[in-house]
């Protein structure tokens, strides 16, 4: 199925099932080079992260352990309303390497909140995995380790990614028909 229709919105097929795994297949070899011999520690940001997590720890072949995080909003008492945190955390992270997968960066508000919450943990080192980066919307510097595939500033749903909470379901991602 080429174009499909969620909501109100019409998708066309973007990134293949096939594309997909490829690259995190391609992800799951650079990290086992490059963090073999590490005791590593994942964490999944949900709720976007769960397919390509699940993709790709079946390809990795160091010690690690997963987890996942969620970054929760709740109604501030400051002017500026919204208020984020990070729940979920209940290891001990200190002095260890600790890799983030995410699903996607787009402007890097998100993963630049994480990594400065994570940081207060004490760990060794933080890198990142991101399956998708949208490099012209990207507003923050935030170092990326390992990218699956660079993509335009538009919005995707599938494999994880949804739209209102619809779509996430799907085996391939979707971009949105203007
Ligand atoms: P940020 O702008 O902080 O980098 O991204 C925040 C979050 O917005 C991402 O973690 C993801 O959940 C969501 N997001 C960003 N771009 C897209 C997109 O194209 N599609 C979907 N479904 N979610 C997106």
Redesign the pocket.
């Known amino acids: 199925m080429d174009n499909i229709r969620i909501l109100d919105k019409e998708f066309k097929l973007f990134i293949t099932e096939e594309q997909i795994q490829e690259t995190v297949r391609e992800m799951a070899l650079r990290m086992n080079q490059e963090l073999k011999g590490k005791k590593v520690f994942l964490i999944g940001?949900l709720n976007?992260c769960f397919m390509f997590v699940s993709d790709l720890v079946r390809n990795l072949d160091f010690d690690c352990t997963i987890t996942f995080l969620k970054l929760a909003s709740y109604q501030g008492t400051s002017s500026t309303g919204k208020v984020k945190r990070l729940i979920g955390l209940n290891e001990d992270i200190k002095d260890q390497t600790v890799v983030i997968l995410?699903?996607?960066?787009?402007?890097?508000?998100?993963?630049d909140f994480i990594q400065k919450q994570l940081k207060g943990y004490e760990p060794a080192e933080i890198k990142v995995a991101t399956l998708l980066y949208?490099p012209e919307?990207?507003r923050q510097d935030v170092p990326l380790d390992y990218v699956g595939m660079e993509i335009p500033d538009?919005?995707?749903?599938g494999y994880g990614?949804?739209?209102n909470g619809f779509g996430r379901n799907l085996r391939q991602i979707y971009t949105v028909i203007e």
Do not use: P, Q, R, S
């Open positions: 940001i976007g995410e699903d996607i960066v787009d402007t890097g508000t998100t993963l949208k919307a990207c538009d919005f995707v749903v990614l949804d739209y």
